[in-house]
């Protein structure tokens, strides 16, 4: 089928937000007695801040009643911090213009909550180019769970199989995949040499990277 739909997830793709969320979880953690390391970080990238507290807690022996505080002060910190020194990603503007003008329709489709998601579309400058929004926020299940992409697809009136989504998380990617979409991951440069890439149907560095070359064969 041919392509006509781009889906993009958010932190860590359009905005350098995952240093953020972490530095913000490692304020909240440290309330409890508790630093993560950024290979516990990098292992729970992708998920939902309410499932990241939530595995966090539960490893570290910290019961279940300060759930929604943690995830609340986390969210708080990471909106702060993000309005203070968030940065957009090289590529974002390119990469929304080149599927506006083929005439794609654009949607954005994030474990983040929809306030977040309008914080970071304001700042990227891309408003006028998203024509939908998805948040797994209050969703049964979030990434790896396909339903943000199929809800985004579906708010786009777009079949799976015509939607292109990009991803840098693995969570991501398996959710792109279990929804049956294509999937181009533009991994953190730590991660880059992954093996666990390889189910991606295309790997780059940049959105910048991206071009008409790789759109074809994408086709």
Known sequence: MQLNT?????????????PLWNEAAAEVFKMYGVTLSEEQYNSTTGLRTKEFVQWWFQKFNLGDAEHARAEKLIFEK????????????????????????RQFKIGIASSSPLDMIDMAIAMCGIKNFVQAKASAED??????????????????????????????????????????????VVPHFSQQKSDRWTIADLKISSLQNFGELHLNLLQ
Request: net charge negative; with cysteine; aromatic share 12%.
């Open 78 to 101: 990471v909106m702060h911090k993000i309005e203070a020194k968030g940065n957009v990603m090289p590529g974002v503007q390119y990469i929304f213009r080149f599927f506006y003008e």
């Open 139 to 184: 969703l049964p299940y979030g990434k790896p769970h396909p339903q943000v992409y199929l809800d985004c697809a579906a708010s786009l009136n777009a079949d799976p199989l015509a939607c292109l989504c990009f991803e840098d998380s693995f969570p991501g990617l398996i959710a792109v995949k279990a929804a049956r979409m294509k999937c181009v």
């Open 6 to 18: 781009v889906i993009f997830d958010m932190d860590g793709l359009l905005i350098d937000s995952e």
